[in-house]
RNA sequence: GCCCGGGUGGCGGAACAGGCAGACGCGUCGGUCUCAAAAACCGAUGAUGGAAACAUCGUGCGGGUUCGAUUCCCGCCCCGGGCACCA
């Protein structure tokens, strides 16, 4: 009597045996194809939970699919271990943010170990080793070296409820901090930076390289550098009695052709000029109230479209270069100091927010595009000066449509991209009063922080020679273990941290304090797995080239931009340092869902949060994996339900068993006498092992299961149909050996036991070639073809898979349901499909 | 407002290049086995009408192209996500 499935004792067997042989353990090999397959590293948050088993079940199904292809595949795992979540459970527990780091990383190694997955532990690596780190404070030193590190005032954004800054992509939805979902505010604050901005066009245009990234997320990316094409156009200030002086205002404009239906301009609260020009003037009361009414704002409110619009007038005139006008610049509370020039020229007639603000204010609204089919048309076609100040829209028109009452543009067609923008640009130009220009959303990625547990920001500030980088032979700078951040300390609190000598004078001076954003830690890591245990250098070059880059990257969406971004940023900076040969470190990126239930993502916090030890406990890893897998399609949310699970039990018992008794049963020389069910079941077992091929390929894994099902249907009936006499044992066991090595990626554990133990292979499934199948065998010989009269199927009919087009008509034509649905008609056309069916016409 | 997804049985989902809608699984119902139950196995299962054969309807809504549309085109509705006073 065969043992019935147990999946528990065989799973942690064989999780020590493939340890014990180094079973998935790689090293770069010329000879073979590579392929990198790697899931996001995890934040070491306690336990693992079930968006961890799909991310990693997805990743091990892929990885060990191509190992079994013949391709040399990496696959490795570590930690994103710094981060402030440790601090703040540190103070909770009144511990140390490294004791609880690493308790949570030894937990989860043991999890994922538990899971099974083909992980090569030689390359693990956590971003708060000193051995790891120390490798980031060199990049930091390097990108100073070329100039993309930079150190400014600004305003930044502050999380009051995490005690530091944030960079903009670490603010999110309605001005609140990614990871505590505080309010964010405002503070100018002197900052690190990195000039990610540099490499602004290069992200964008790169994103065009990159077929195997899903759209949406490229969309998100290009939407957040946000490219806009313009022009720069200088404006000549006048003095307090309205005469222009020398000094010029700068504004970015992308409908330049619109320039003389400026009626005003516009300064940002926060600008400079604004505090300068009104200073002991009349118009410094309104003036303040607008700026300070805007300081008050918060994220939120100031991001609300509908709000209204505030400003006022102070005092100034600018002139207008294309037709000498003297306009009036006002402060308005909408236009932002951190946007082009956080200057505007106003255009109420093209633009909605101009529009409003001249209604709101009084001031005039000439119309300078109007489209063809609008009566000021007909009225201003030839018109070149300015006749009309006003127009009755309720809205502004920011289409396409002809200028007026633009000098001697007057008649152009123009709009976002039209020939009125080229030719006013080139008059700029030829000018000197403006040039084409483009402008990004982007900004610098903001990357200090004001915390303990994080990358120590190698540089010193020297009273007499500024800021001076930590020499390379000095790193790393350890991040010291004695800062106790129950009691709210930071760096800043350790004088024998800070206390320091100027390595360029030799004089007193102090160390920064500042951590670096934990998304530097993760920006590179992927490099860092192709030679994780180098102490001389970040990586070897050959090392990085072999493997890199990563083949099938997967991961969650919520770092559509974050860490995707940043991340593409890093390489082609590694690429101009020549530390890599290529611009992009994902080729191909799967964006898996969320895991949900009761429609909303589980959460300690909400209480709706089902365990994957639970279910390992109960199922075992094998039924688990398979089934998160089998739930959906990867990039789609999926919503738990534990009923199914059973059903994938039930699944791997059913398998089990098919292989257990076919493998008891003794090959007979008897030949076998049932040919046409056994025709079947081979043609079933051809078919399933390709189209699983290709599912796996296309990230189908829940209908590689199914396949995998109907296969195993297929076998069962054939064994309890045809007589035991009859049965062809040979293809009994080929059909379970190809079942085997079919289930391999998905419950690896089960499929060892059935081949080791229960088919007597010698050697690890996981070692073995994926089967190979003959998409001839996959034909079937038959085919039943639907037969429709006028659209509607009416009946059915079996023929010869080789069947001529002739011979189906007429098989078709002669049916009796087919004469009964065209009695009284003429048949007009009849068309056949090969292999799929027949449409007859008739009227 | 702009940009991406998505809408298919009671449920998760399938249909890859315009060709039999609902694979596979869950659930439900019926059956076999059993003293009984569980497990396991077998069968049925989109809706409506019909004893049945069969017929009609059916992939968010309305049009269109086509012999034929879940699939392509046009116009909407709803849900999810991203961006948004970005000049």
Request: charged content about 25%; glycine content about 6%.
């Amino acid at each position: 009597m065969a043992r019935s499935y147990e999946p528990h004792d065989i799973e942690v067997k064989w999780q020590s045996v493939w340890d014990a042989e180094g079973l998935y353990k790689v090293s770069e090999d010329p000879a073979r194809p590579k392929k990198y397959v790697l899931e996001m590293f995890p934040y070491p948050s306690g336990d693992i939970h079930m968006g961890h088993v799909r991310n990693y079940s997805i990743g091990d199904v892929i990885a060990r699919y191509w190992t079994m292809r013949g391709t040399n595949v990496l696959h490795p795992i570590g930690w994103d271990s710094f981060g402030l979540p440790a601090e703040n459970a540190a103070i909770k527990s009144d511990s140390h943010p490294a004791t609880w780091t690493y308790a949570n990383i030894e937990k989860q190694a043991a999890s994922f170990r538990r899971m099974g997955f083909s992980y090569d532990w030689d390359r693990r690596l956590a971003s708060s080793d000193e051995e790891y780190y120390r490798w980031g404070q060199w990049i930091f030193i390097k990108f100073w070296e070329r100039g993309l590190v930079e150190r400014k005032s600004s305003p930044v954004n502050w999380c009051p409820s995490c005690m530091t800054v944030l960079a903009n992509e670490q603010v999110i939805g309605d001005g609140v901090c990614w990871r505590c979902k505080s309010v964010v505010q405002k503070r100018e604050l002197e900052q690190w930076y990195f000039k990610i901005t540099e490499y602004a066009q290069e992200l964008l245009d790169d994103l065009d390289e990159l077929p195997g990234w899903p759209e949406r997320v490229k969309a998100m990316q290009a939407n957040w550098i946000g490219r806009s094409e313009g022009a720069e156009v200088d404006f000549k200030l006048c003095d307090a009695s309205g005469e222009p002086t020398d000094e010029t205002i700068t504004v970015f404009t992308t409908r330049p052709d619109t320039l003389f239906g400026c009626s005003f301009f516009l300064l940002a609260p926060e600008h400079p000029l604004v505090a300068r020009l009104v200073e002991g003037t009349e118009y410094a009361p309104s003036v303040n109230e607008v700026v300070a009414g805007a300081a008050k704002e918060t994220a939120i409110d100031r991001s609300s479209t509908d709000k209204e619009k505030n400003g006022a007038f102070i005092g100034r005139c600018v002139v207008n270069p294309v037709n000498g006008e003297k306009v009036p610049v006002w402060v308005a509370d909408y236009v932002l100091m951190e946007y082009g020039t956080g200057a505007v020229m106003a255009v109420p007639c093209g633009d909605q927010r101009d529009f409003e603000f001249a209604r709101k204010y009084g001031l005039p609204i000439p119309p300078v595009v109007v489209p063809a089919d609008d009566p000021l048309y007909e009225q201003l076609k030839d018109q070149t000066e300015r006749v009309v100040t006003d127009v009755d829209w309720d809205v502004a028109h920011a289409d396409e449509g002809i200028m007026v009452q633009s000098g001697q543009f007057t008649g152009t067609p123009t709009g976002k991209h039209g020939e009125g923008v080229t030719k006013v640009i080139a008059w700029l130009e030829e000018r000197g009063q403006g040039h084409a220009s483009i402008n990004f959303r982007l900004r610098d990625w903001l990357i200090s922080r004001q915390r303990y547990w994080g990358n120590p920001i190698p540089a010193i500030h020297c009273p007499s020679c500024g800021l001076v980088p930590v020499p390379e032979a000095d790193l790393p700078v350890v991040l010291p273990a004695d800062v106790d951040v129950t009691k709210g300390e930071t760096l800043a609190d350790h004088p024998e941290f800070y206390e320091t000598t100027c390595p360029a004078c030799g004089g007193a001076a102090r160390r920064e304090t500042d951590t670096m954003d934990t998304f530097t830690c993760s920006s590179w890591y992927y490099l860092r797995y192709c030679d994780a245990r180098n102490d001389a250098a970040i990586w070897d070059k050959d090392k990085a080239d072999y493997w890199m880059p990563v083949d099938q990257y997967i991961g969650g969406i919520e770092h559509a931009i974050l860490h995707l971004l940043y991340s593409r940023f890093f390489t082609k900076v590694f690429r101009d340092m020549d530390l890599v040969d290529f611009a992009e470190p994902f080729t191909n990126l799967l964006t898996q869902g969320m895991v949900k239930l009761d429609g909303a993502t589980m959460s300690k916090s909400r209480g709706n949060v089902v365990a994957p030890e639970d279910m390992i406990a109960r199922y075992g890893a094998d039924a688990l994996r398979a089934y998160i897998l089998f739930m959906a399609p990867p990039d789609k949310d999926l919503e738990w339900s534990q009923d199914g699970l059973d059903g994938m039990y039930r699944f791997l018992g059913r398998v089990w068993r098919y292989v257990t008794e076919v493998a008891e049963e003794p090959v007979s020389d008897s030949p076998a006498t049932d040919a046409e069910p056994a025709k079947v079941l081979r043609r079933e077992r051809h078919r399933v092992v390709g189209k699983v091929e290709d599912d796996i390929e296309r990230f189908q894994f829940n209908t590689a299961l199914s396949a995998m099902m109907e296969l195993l249907n297929a076998a069962t009936d054939y064994r309890r149909t045809v007589p035991e006499e009859n049965r062809d044992v040979s293809l009994e066991r080929e059909v379970a050996t190809t079942l085997v090595l079919l289930l391999a990626p998905y419950v690896p554990h089960m499929a060892e036991e059935l081949w080791r133990e229960v088919l007597g292979v010698q050697t690890s499934v996981h070692r073995a070639e994926w089967p190979v199948w003959d998409p001839m065998a996959a034909a079937a010989d038959e085919v039943e073809m639907a037969v429709q009269v006028n659209g509607k199927v009416r009946a059915r009919l079996v023929v010869d898979a080789g069947a001529s087009e002739d011979t189906v008509r007429e098989l078709a034509l002669a049916l009796p349901k087919v004469a009964e649905h065209t009695e009284g008609l003429t048949v007009r056309k009849v068309l056949v499909v090969p292999r799929k069916l027949v449409s007859i016409v008739a009227n």
